[in-house]
């Protein structure tokens, strides 16, 4: 080798010998910086995890809710189209002497029970499918005699 080739790889040693420790410092730092990214990246997966385990639950848990709800307002609306709303028929009667009276028969319609009227002492009378009559056997509300104006004694 020549002198100025010695020269030249001297210098070029001596920089080695000074980066290299500043190198490895500097591989250290990046080492422990990628193990750090990586520490902060699992926990921010198992946060995401947690966070949509806990997200999944309350969907679940407003979803019972909801259906509990609407279950509720179901059976509401059952109960109330079944209280209001009954499926009517009209008994037809004929009176007899004092309170006794006999069924003529039991229609879909006002106006069939209506036809079967031939006078005063027939007598037609709203009532409900699966419905108790009721206690009083006086009175019956909505009781009508179609063939006369005038509704027959109620004792």
């Known amino acids: 080798m020549s002198d100025a080739a010695e020269k030249v790889e001297a210098p070029a040693e001596q920089v080695v010998e000074q980066i290299q420790p500043k190198a490895a410092e500097v591989v250290k730092n990046l080492k422990a910086e990628l193990d750090m990214l990586r520490a902060a990246r699992v926990g921010r997966e198992r946060a995401l995890k947690a966070w949509e385990q806990k ?3 309350e969907l ?5 809710q909801a259906t509990g709800f609407l279950k509720a307002k179901w ?3 059952v109960r109330w189209w079944l209280n209001f709303t009954t499926i009517r028929f009209w008994l037809c009667g004929l009176a007899r002497t004092g309170a006794d ?6 229609f879909n319609t006002h ?3 209506a036809r079967i009227c031939r006078d005063k002492r027939y007598f037609i009378a709203p009532i409900g499918l699966n419905r108790p009559f009721g206690e009083d056997t006086v009175n019956w509300p909505g009781l009508e005699v179609p063939n006369t104006t005038e509704a027959p004694e109620q004792k």
């Open 101 to 106: 009276w006999e069924v003529i028969g039991v």
């Open 75 to 77: 059976r509401a609306i």
């Open 111 to 113: 106006g069939k029970a």
């Open 60 to 64: 679940r848990a407003e979803e019972a």
């Open 55 to 57: 997200a999944k639950a």
